[in-house]
């Protein structure tokens, strides 16, 4: 998670608050979405840690004062399976 994004340059610039962690699924399908607030103001400090597991959103928005998302991108990912060896 980044927030205090200035709107004028990219998410580099941003203060990083949790680890980005790439799609790695061990097993099955699994869904991944990226979801854009617009602060209405700097975060001083973080009011909690958020973690990864039954992490809120909608909560986390609220509680900060985001309003509704501006942008959100979802996509799936799955492992993929062993290459098989080609016949000649």
């Known amino acids: 998670m980044v927030t205090d994004v200035p709107g004028t340059t990219d998410a580099t610039f941003g203060r990083e608050v949790v680890d980005y962690e790439v799609p790695s699924p061990n097993i099955g399908i699994h869904r991944y979405v990226f979801v854009i607030y617009k602060?209405?103001?700097r975060f001083v400090e973080m009011p909690r840690?958020?973690?990864r597991d039954c992490f809120n959103t909608r909560l986390f928005?609220?509680?900060n004062g985001l309003g509704a998302p501006v942008a959100a991108v979802?996509?799936?990912a799955q492992r993929e399976t062993a290459a098989r060896r080609r016949l000649t």
């Open 39 to 41: 602060q209405r103001r």
């Open 49 to 51: 840690q958020p973690e």
């Open 61 to 63: 928005a609220e509680e």
């Open 74 to 76: 979802f996509f799936n």
